[in-house]
């Protein structure tokens, strides 16, 4: 089955920029997303289709995707950022939709 | 606006089924399909599957095949996860979705408030 690799933790200092990594076997051929899942709350859509960003979601989150590692990126970063952020694929091969085990955002 | 109601906490014993609701709003709810997430304690993000809200298909999690019935009722806009053969691994919260992908699992762009089912004797 296919396996979505993400760190445990990321760290950043306010106003810096956070880049959270999602590595997957040729994962640039597949359209990646990503969720953004605050304490006690359902997770939020971030990124779509590898870099678009839904209608409400900051200029500060962008998305890229090539070769085995996707990123988010979080530009600026704010106290408020402070999340736990997955990455999600589709395995056409096993008809399965997989998450990376997600990965925590802290804002030191 | 687009939202997603979920049904109120369950407990259970070991062995037994449950079955959680989410009703829809605020979009034509056969342009989406619905996906199941669960979230164990302190764990990541599992996919159980996906329904077609327009006829029906499903495409269920492999480990899961068996034991997970999705269905909906377009009448009153729900959509319906029974879990069968509940065991202590099961314990976490249920979230339903609204998946983008109207013809196969894609993406979910609005999520349930989650239901916390926990499996206990």
């Known amino acids: 089955s296919y396996v979505l690799t993400q760190p445990p933790s990321v760290s950043v200092a306010p106003g810096q920029t956070a880049r959270i990594t999602c590595g997957g076997n040729?994962?640039?051929?597949?359209?990646v997303y990503w969720y953004q899942q605050k304490p006690g709350q359902a997770p939020v859509l971030v990124v779509y289709?590898?870099?678009d960003r839904p209608s409400g979601i900051p200029e500060r989150f962008s998305g890229s995707n090539s070769g085995n590692t996707a990123t988010l990126t979080i530009s600026g970063v704010e106290a408020g950022d402070e999340a736990d952020f997955y990455c999600?694929?589709?395995?056409?091969?096993?008809?399965?939709?997989?998450f990376g085990g997600g990965t925590r955002l802290a804002v030191l | 606006q687009v939202q997603l109601v979920q049904s109120g906490p369950e407990v259970k014993k070991p062995g037994a089924s449950v079955r959680v609701s989410c009703t829809a709003s605020?979009?034509?709810?056969?342009?989406?399909?619905i996906s199941w997430v669960r979230q164990a304690p302190g764990k990541g993000l599992e996919w159980m599957g996906w329904?077609?809200?327009?006829?029906?298909?499903?495409v269920y999690a492999q480990n899961l095949q068996g034991r997970v019935t999705m269905t909906t009722d377009t009448s009153t806009r729900a959509a319906y996860m029974d879990l069968r053969s509940l065991s202590s691994d099961d314990t976490a919260v249920y979230y339903c979705?609204?998946?983008?992908?109207?013809?196969?699992?894609?993406?979910?762009?609005?999520w349930g408030q989650g239901t916390l089912v926990t499996v206990s004797s």
């Open positions: 979705a609204r998946d983008y992908g109207s013809g196969s699992p894609y993406y979910f762009d609005y």
């Open positions: 605020g979009y034509p709810f056969i342009s989406f399909g």
């Open positions: 329904i077609s809200t327009y006829n029906g298909n499903t």
């Open positions: 040729n994962i640039g051929r597949k359209s």
């Open positions: 289709d590898d870099s």
């Open positions: 999600q694929v589709w395995d056409t091969s096993n008809d399965h939709l997989v």
